[in-house]
Structure formats: C-alpha cells, structure tokens
C-alpha cells in the first residue's frame, strides 16, 4: 500500500489562506488522493479528491503535482471551525482500501 | 437521513469477554469499512468489504472478525477482548468516491 508523509502540526491566522502538504512518492497510476477532515470527537468527513488535475470545490482546493508524488490541500480563507486534522489519503484504485496516515493538526488563530 | 449508524456508542468488557459492534448503512454501498483509532493517532484499517459475501483484511485484523451477509449491515466481532483493543472503532461506507463514517464506538477493556 502506497503511504502518505504529512507534517505533524501546522498553524494559520484566521482569514488567511492555508496550504497543507502531502508527500505521496510511492503512488501508483490507479490511486486516487483523497483528503478527509476530523473535528475532536467526530468520525473523519471528506472534503476533497482527485487523481491528477487540480480540484475544487464549495469546501477547498486540491493542487496535485505533474508528476503526483506530492499534492497541497488548499483552504482559501481559514475560520475557526477548520480547526481539525487533515488527512492525506491514497485509494488503492484496485481494491478500493483507504489507508490513514497519522495527518496534520491544523491550528487556527483567531 | 440516517447514513451509517454505529451501536453501542460506549461499552466496558472486561479481559476476555467477547462483542459484537453493530454497523448499519441506509445508502446501498458496496463497500464497507471498520477503522479502529487509538488516542492522539490516525486511523487504521481492520477489515473491509467490497460487497455482500465478500471481506478481506485490512492493516490490524489480529483480534477481529466480520462478516457481510447483507449490504446495509457489517458488524465487528471481539473474540477475547484485550486491553489492547481500547480504540474508538469508526464504521465507513464508500460510495460515489466519498467516504462516509459513522459516529465512533468508544470501547474500554478493563
């Protein structure tokens, strides 16, 4: 299984745009990079994915590099309630498995 | 709209008691997932189902069975529970390239 390599923790002001990275050098031609957000005490929810041109949608933004070893969720403008850990995620595109990694803790400031 | 439901959502077993958590989808998906995430950690897979029948492995099945005799209901079973097994255990349903989870089972083994 392909594994994903984010930061431990990152912080943003509130109102300011976000880049949260993931390193994803293993990926196979087949898998989908997902990106899911969990606020304390909740089941993770989804918030963005693509396979390789870039994504948006009413919630972010998913910039996915030329090559697809690396890709940055992008929030425009961070709020208080954004406050969760984001997960990088790789779906095996042969077995539909979604494998967790350990995520970023993202921090905003008011 | 119910989604995925999870029972019970607290439980105490004692070493060596066995239990079944229940999982239940209302959205007609294939595929079917159960996580389990330890304090301050990501999440990892235990084992998944890609449709009725059909399951498989995930990263930590040691201690676990399911079994998929319908496509709403795929429940976890804890043969000889080990404190080591003190998770909160989500279940997840796929469809549409979109996880959805549900609310967590918080269960301690004393």
Redesign the interface.
Do not use: D, L, M
């Given at each position: 299984d392909a594994k994903t390599t984010q930061p431990n923790s990152m912080e943003s002001n509130e109102e300011e745009p976000v880049h949260l990275p993931c390193n994803h050098s293993t990926i196979s031609g087949t898998d989908?990079i997902?990106w899911?957000r969990q606020l304390p005490?909740?089941?993770?929810?989804?918030v963005i994915?693509g396979l390789t041109s870039n994504v948006n949608n009413r919630m972010a933004s998913l910039a996915i590099a030329e090559d697809r070893k690396s890709s940055t969720l992008i929030l425009h403008r961070a709020t208080l309630r954004d406050a969760a850990?984001y997960?990088c995620i790789l779906?095996d595109g042969g077995?539909?498995?979604?494998?967790?990694?350990?995520?970023t803790r993202l921090k905003v400031l008011a | 709209n119910a989604g995925v439901t999870q029972t019970p959502k607290f439980r105490i077993l004692k070493i060596g008691q066995s239990m079944t958590l229940q999982c239940t989808q209302d959205m007609n998906h294939n595929y079917m997932y159960w996580y389990r995430q330890d304090p301050g950690m990501g999440l990892k897979l235990i084992y998944y189902s890609v449709g009725a029948g059909i399951t498989d492995k995930g990263e930590v099945p040691n201690g676990y069975n399911v079994s998929r005799s319908t496509t709403e209901d795929f429940p976890l079973r804890l043969e000889l529970a080990a404190p080591s097994q003190t998770s909160v255990y989500f279940c997840a349903s796929e469809g549409l390239d979109t996880i959805y989870f549900g609310e967590g089972s918080w269960l301690t083994v004393v």
């Open positions: 989908y997902h899911y005490s909740q089941g993770p929810e989804y994915h850990v997960y779906r077995t539909y498995k979604y494998i967790f990694g350990t995520g | -």
